[in-house]
């Protein structure tokens, strides 16, 4: 099981979330891009722990490893789908 370091890790919310196809976490209508250099990367649909520390700080957990990420102002962009061909 993961060891908290600190009183930060300990009195804080977790709350277990799940990861999108486009490696995206929501969390409080916030959203959290994992960037894709990180490792181990979660797979889509893998479920993650979301902590949010007592000053509003968040970590993303996953295998008891903090995830590297960023918020998002906006939600992604969807790729434009190519015309089919026959």
């Not at 908290?4 to 486009?22: G, H, K, M, Q, W």
């Not at 995206?24 to 959203?31: A, E, G, K, M, N």
């Not at 007592?54 to 790729?79: C, F, M, R, W």
Request: with cysteine; charged share 20%.
């Amino acid at each position: 099981l993961y060891s908290p370091l600190s009183l930060a890790d300990i009195f804080c919310y977790e709350t277990p979330r799940v990861v999108s196809n486009d490696y995206v976490v929501s969390y409080h209508r916030r959203l959290f891009q994992i960037t894709r250099h990180t490792k181990p990367l979660p797979r889509p649909r893998t479920q993650v722990i979301v902590r949010e520390l007592l000053d509003g700080h968040i970590k993303l957990l996953y295998q008891n490893t903090e995830l590297a990420h960023v918020e998002l102002s906006t939600p992604p962009q969807k790729e434009a789908l190519a015309p089919f061909s026959a």
